[in-house]
């Protein structure tokens, strides 16, 4: 097994401007592999743009950027999710009008041989590769507990299925790290009970976890380090009782009552 210890990401001195206004200032951190790592911080810290830079979705001015022990310079989205990063998004983007078992199987075309563009013109080899996908897509489905026939369209699941759906087509492409973006969002405390040991579960196979979030309670109760960006400044990072106690952290982000 993997020591604990091993890092997975390690960012150091991230900027990212968005002409005068700097969403991230100098931001350093290490996620090792194996944990639980939560981000969090007000409206506008910057946390999203973290993650688009670590997906490939923005560029970073300034910084560097390693995973799994290589640096990336100038990376495109498929790049990183083919080296293991994969991520669900803080306004849910599924296709709508597809079948929750076909949002999968959308994810999972990142690892396969013939590619999206393979499966569409159909040929032997493409349409056996097909249905090995549609089988892992059905596992994942159950994996992340959505009972619904698997021609469902997306669009008729409840939220908090859809971010569940978020999560299995993420999981399609096989990560050594899963992004979450407030994956919480609109679920209420049953769902978000069921949404934190679907990640503990994803944890103890191997995978990750990198998780934006607002709600105190569950990144408390189930990350083993947290980070608290303020104004695209990281202020502090630590275990969740180091963080909570913190006094830059109480007064930027948490308040007395947290406290
Ligand atoms: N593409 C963009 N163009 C211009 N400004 C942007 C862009 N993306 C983010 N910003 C700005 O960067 C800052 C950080 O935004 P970001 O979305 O990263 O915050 P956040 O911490 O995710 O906030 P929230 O908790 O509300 O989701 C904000 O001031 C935001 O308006
Ligand atoms: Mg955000």
Not at 22 to 32: K, Q
Not at 78 to 97: K, P, S, V, Y
Not at 155 to 184: C, V
Request: glycine share 10%; hydrophobic share 40%.
């Amino acid at each position: 097994m993997t020591p604990p210890s091993e890092l997975l990401l390690e960012l150091s001195g991230v900027c990212k401007h968005f002409g005068g206004l700097t969403a991230l200032s100098e931001v350093s951190l290490n996620i090792r592999r194996g944990e639980i790592y939560g981000l969090i911080g007000p409206n506008g810290a910057g946390k999203t743009t973290l993650f688009n830079v670590i997906t490939g979705l923005y560029q970073m001015d300034q910084g560097t950027f390693k995973f799994g022990g290589n640096t990336y310079v100038r990376t495109k989205p498929h790049q990183l999710a083919q080296a293991g990063i994969a991520r669900t998004f803080q306004n849910i983007r599924l296709f709508a009008n597809m079948s929750v078992l076909e949002n999968i199987m959308v994810g999972r075309h990142v690892r396969t041989r013939t590619g999206i563009w393979g499966a569409l013109s159909r040929n032997s080899s493409a349409r056996m590769e097909e249905h090995t996908i549609a089988e892992r897509a059905r596992e994942l489905l159950h994996y992340v507990g959505i009972q619904r026939p698997t021609n469902t369209l997306a669009k008729n699941l409840s939220y908090g299925e859809q971010r569940r759906l978020e999560i299995a087509r993420a999981l399609a492409t096989d990560p050594q790290m899963l992004a979450l973006d407030e994956p919480a969002a609109g679920m209420n405390a049953t769902e978000t009970e069921s949404l934190k040991a679907l990640l503990q579960s994803i944890r103890s196979e191997g995978i990750t976890v990198l998780l934006i979030e607002h709600d105190v309670k569950l990144i408390m109760g189930l990350c083993d380090r947290v980070a608290v960006l303020d104004y695209g400044k990281k202020i502090a990072e630590g275990t969740p009782v180091e963080v909570r106690r913190n006094p830059a952290v109480i007064s930027a982000y948490l308040g007395v009552e947290s406290a």
